[in-house]
């Protein structure tokens, strides 16, 4: 027998709709490419997302054609974000800090049929645009005014324009929840990028997830600035979430540097932001730098790569801000586990909680995971075995974008499928699940495996250190040690003989690098991650002391 309930699919519209009628007038606040701050409501959004779709159908996108964006965080990408999955097509958020060769083949792979971008990104689509044989049009984000007067592109048309012709009478259609709604590729540190692809079904239940309490805990109290990019992984469902609870929300647009996040913060009143720990440095150096506070910024989301512990007690002891630690990965869409605590951590002193903060959480309900030994046997939730971490849940890959890869899960003895998350873990009594490192990152020294986490973190708690990062090395005897590879703060010293001793009583002896190199900069990926493959490379000759 079924339930007698009504049977209303779950769609990406719903939440704009939604939006519009229960809270039309909150703000959506935007530092455009152009230069200046824009201003709109979920209405106007609303209206203009309509119009949108409106000129995509004129332009014969029909279901499931991939509609691509290179753009920042602002409204007109937002509106892409509604107009484009609304109408059933899909929208494919491509990182435009991959390289040009790299948009190229992910445009091609996921036969995208238009491609929106801002104006930052013209010189990609200058450089690229002869080798996108599948899309149709170019479309700039900006307005009439703004167009670019010569260009090398054919098929070039203007945003406004677009939009401006079009009527924003649209009825949203209704069709299978589980239709494809969005598309991500994960950064191809190791071979190609593979295409994610997201559900209606599996992004209104992650929506869910993420304005939760003990998720990110989105209301309507909130005004929200996403640091994290709409092309890494949906800004992890933020703009989704405001929408559904009714935050503000304020978009950096192309300004990431920490004056001028600073700056929108306290004029648009941020109570909530969220991003990676790099963009977080850069803010807390310049606040440091400058004696700043904040006036209204509450709680942080910081997620993408560990949380340092010496930058979870700057937020909260300094600048009395709630961290909230998160993880997740772009075939979890994003959110796996968040770090709110629980009732009984109100008894903790002040250190027992910072070692509970710096988890990275427990599982948000639709997830569910374990760590493994080699042999798939599930390992104990004692917070010190640690284990390769699987997941599952409606909103995790079930495979990827044309099969790119062949299936990516395991089966258990119990015959149920397994996302294996490639990050090794540990798991305690209480569920918080810490991650030790990734997989490709451990340090293998004589047998036993080394956090390079554990040892950067160390190495961050250094007033002199700015950013950190620990690869392991070729050893004749050990066959790996760790090496550390550090940027000073601008105006501060520390020598390496410092830095070692920095670690003692700190971490187990036999831990502690065998050298450190000092470096200008550590190199960074697209989603503003380090990358330790390049590290690594850059190292490879490094003639370690005593080997
Ligand atoms: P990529 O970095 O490969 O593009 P993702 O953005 O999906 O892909 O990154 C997912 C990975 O990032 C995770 O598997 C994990 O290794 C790392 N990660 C994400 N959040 C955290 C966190 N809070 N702490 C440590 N590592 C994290």
Redesign the pocket.
Known sequence: MLGLMQDIPLLISSLIVHADRHHGDVEIVSRRVEGDIHRTTYRELHSRAKRLANALDALGIGMSDRVATLAWNGYRHVELYYGVAGKGAVLHTINPRLPADQVAWITQHAEDTLLFFDLTFLPIIEKIAAQCTTVKAFVAMTDAAHMPATTGIANLMCYEDLIAAQDDRYEWPAFDERVASSMCY??G?TGNPKGVLYSHRSTLLHTFAVAMPDGLSVSAKEAILPVVPMF??NAWGIPYAAAMAGAKLVFPGPALDGKSLHELIEAEKVTLSAGVPTVWQGLLGHMEQHDLRFSTMRRTI??????PPAMLRTFEERYGVTAL???????MS?IGTACATRAKHAACDREALFAVKGK?GRAVFGVDMKIVDQAGTELPWDGIAFGDLLVRGPWIVNEYFRGEGGNPLVTDASGLTWFP???VATIDADGYMQ?TD?SKDVIKSGGEWISS?DIENVAMSHPAVAMSACIGVAHPKWDERPLLVVVKKPGKEVTRDELLRHYEGKVAKWQVPDDVAFVDAIPM?A?G?MLKNKLREQFREHRLPGA
């Open positions: 994960t950064s540190t890494h992984v910081v997620g993408g790569a560990a949380l630690h998160a993880w997740g990965m772009t075939e994003p990275q998350t490639g990050d991650i990734r986490i990926g989603t991650k």
